[in-house]
């Protein structure tokens, strides 16, 4: 299927399609998609009044009927599975299973939100005064600024909406510039989802088009108390000071540099698969990516051997054939990134294999072998974020030192071993074992599922989306006393007779 036909699938039509002036090319083969409008920098404001307009009649609409909305957005994305899927290939790259899968991630964090609108709970609290009763109520928190990344066009939106919404809270999206259809498509299948639902108020969701501007002044709007944004370490270092200053929240999910400490007593055969799936899989463009590989030096050869065969065989080229397992880096920025830091990797000790360009039969799109890096030690290209399928490889000979390893990097966002050894596994998950937010055993760093709280520590930022309790940080906590007694007694025995 054509991406045109993929995006007429998807209700887009040519006037929106044309005559804008920011052109969405495709990593695939670098064609054009379309010309899209952004919205002006201008029209800002009255984005956010709207926002605040349908807060407050949305915010008093009951949660579980909230929860109806996601429930037909869940639908509506089922029915809309293939062409979103589909459209996520052509404008982020991603091979076709992929992009169904972030589409099928969507679907999770739907009917997560579809259950989490009646599970909405807040505490009874002992009160220390007779006659006193002591409650918490989580109340919506008003319009959620979104910004989202072009590797999870789609998912990330969906986690932080799907959530936003039943919480009672209004969303303005500011998509990557880069993957603008796929948001545009997103916003089409929500007021779908709209009119079957009937009565909520208009402006519930608004996609905003367009570059960084527009994302600063979500950024800066008082507003907007709420904001989540993903992306790198810098931006977010931009972003927080500016919502700290102004008292609003901040939800960040920043960069990763995700470990994998593979044991003596590992399953090899297992950690291959997982090694070469999160390391290379979405062309090592996953915040969660694996990118350090810290392995026991008994069987460091061993493994090095099994992988270098796997990366060798690996299919490379246009993620919507069969069977490809790699597919482009976004553009050509991202190719030059990845090229710089396999240069700085050999000036600093590395031995690189794999890391060229692969220009014969592939489109014309920015295509790379997967590297692996063997390092002599974390080195500061190793410590640094480089969104792309890059591999550093580092020995160990002591568990402690290895863990020490895996922790000694600005990043805290995912994490893993590989062992058979209970005691390495266990300690790994303690207070004394991974640093970062998501630390897993026998499974690779990548590819969550939604019903757990997803962020992480240090440069990630600290913020927490999508599955357990992370919706608390799109409502506000308030805390109530209800005296039902005929005396006014005060805390902490206090007397204050008048
Ligand atoms: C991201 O790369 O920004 O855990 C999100 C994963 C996916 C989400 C990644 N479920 O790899």
């Known amino acids: 299927m054509t991406a045109q036909t993929t995006l007429a699938n998807l209700d887009l039509s040519k006037a929106e399609l044309t005559g804008g002036t920011l052109k969405v090319t495709s990593p695939i083969d670098g064609s054009v998609l379309a010309e899209v409008h952004q919205t002006p920098e201008a029209e800002m404001e009255a984005v956010f009044a709207r926002s605040k307009a349908a807060f407050k009649a949305w915010r008093t609409v009951p949660a579980p009927r909230r929860g109806e909305l996601i429930r037909l957005l869940g639908e509506e994305l089922r029915a809309a599975k293939d062409d979103l899927g589909a459209l996520v290939s052509w404008e982020a790259g991603k091979i076709t299973s992929e992009g169904l899968g972030e589409v099928q991630e969507m679907i999770d964090i739907c009917d997560f939100a579809v259950g989490l609108s009646r599970q909405l709970y807040g505490l009874t609290i002992a009160s220390e005064r007779p006659g006193h009763r002591m409650m918490e109520t989580w109340h919506p928190a008003g319009p959620v600024g979104v910004i989202s990344a072009f590797n999870f066009p789609v998912a990330v939106w969906s986690w932080n909406a799907a959530i936003a919404l039943v919480c009672g809270d209004t969303v303005i999206w500011k998509p990557s510039e880069k993957t603008p259809l796929t948001a545009m498509a997103c916003q089409k299948i929500f007021e779908r989802a709209l009119a079957r639902f009937g009565d909520a108020p208009d402006h519930l969701l608004q996609t905003v088009i367009g570059g960084a501007a527009l994302g600063e002044a979500l950024v800066a709007s008082e507003d907007v108390p709420v904001l989540s944004a993903t992306g790198s370490t810098r931006m977010g270092r931009a972003v927080?000071?500016?919502?700290?200053?102004?008292?609003?929240?901040?939800?960040?999910?920043?960069?990763?540099?995700?470990?994998?400490?593979?044991?003596?007593?590992?399953?090899?055969?297992?950690?291959?698969?997982?090694?070469?799936?999160?390391?290379?899989?979405?062309?090592?463009?996953?915040?969660?990516?694996?990118?350090?590989?810290?392995?026991?030096?008994?069987?460091?050869?061993?493994?090095?051997?099994?992988?270098?065969?796997?990366?060798?065989?690996?299919?490379?080229?246009?993620?919507?054939?069969?069977?490809?397992?790699?597919?482009?880096?976004?553009?050509?920025?991202?190719?030059?990134?990845?090229?710089?830091?396999?240069?700085?990797?050999?000036?600093?000790?590395?031995?690189?294999?794999?890391?060229?360009?692969?220009?014969?039969?592939?489109?014309?799109?920015?295509?790379?072998?997967?590297?692996?890096?063997?390092?002599?030690?974390?080195?500061?290209?190793?410590?640094?974020?480089?969104?792309?399928?890059?591999?550093?490889?580092?020995?160990?000979?002591?568990?402690?030192?290895?863990?020490?390893?895996?922790?000694?990097?600005?990043?805290?966002?995912?994490?893993?071993?590989?062992?058979?050894?209970?005691?390495?596994?266990?300690?790994?998950?303690?207070?004394?074992?991974?640093?970062?937010?998501?630390?897993?055993?026998?499974?690779?760093?990548?590819?969550?599922?939604?019903?757990?709280?997803?962020?992480?520590?240090?440069?990630?930022?600290?913020?927490?989306?999508?599955?357990?309790?992370?919706?608390?940080?799109?409502?506000?906590?308030?805390?109530?006393?209800?005296?039902?007694?005929?005396?006014?007694?005060?805390?902490?025995?206090?007397?204050?007779?008048?």
């Open 240 to 498: 927080a000071p500016v919502v700290a200053q102004r008292f609003g929240k901040c939800i960040l999910e920043l960069g990763g540099n995700n470990a994998m400490i593979v044991g003596p007593s590992a399953d090899l055969e297992m950690a291959v698969r997982a090694i070469v799936f999160s390391a290379v899989g979405t062309a090592g463009q996953r915040c969660t990516s694996l990118r350090r590989l810290i392995v026991h030096n008994a069987i460091r050869e061993e493994l090095l051997s099994r992988l270098k065969k796997a990366y060798a065989g690996l299919p490379i080229g246009n993620p919507l054939d069969q069977g490809t397992l790699v597919g482009p880096l976004v553009d050509e920025a991202a190719g030059e990134a990845m090229t710089e830091s396999l240069k700085a990797a050999a000036a600093e000790g590395g031995q690189v294999f794999g890391g060229n360009r692969v220009t014969k039969g592939v489109p014309d799109g920015v295509y790379m072998e997967p590297a692996i890096v063997e390092m002599p030690n974390q080195t500061s290209v190793v410590k640094t974020e480089t969104f792309a399928p890059i591999l550093y490889v580092m020995g160990y000979d002591d568990f402690d030192y290895a863990i020490e390893m895996q922790n000694d990097v600005p990043q805290g966002l995912s994490s893993c071993v590989f062992t058979l050894n209970m005691r390495e596994a266990e300690q790994f998950l303690t207070a004394a074992g991974s640093d970062c937010g998501i630390a897993n055993v026998n499974i690779g760093p990548s590819g969550a599922e939604i019903g757990g709280a997803f962020g992480g520590e240090k440069e990630t930022g600290g913020g927490r989306e999508s599955g357990s309790d992370a919706w608390k940080a799109y409502m506000r906590r308030q805390t109530n006393t209800v005296n039902y007694s005929a005396e006014l007694p005060l805390a902490q025995g206090v007397k204050f007779d008048i």
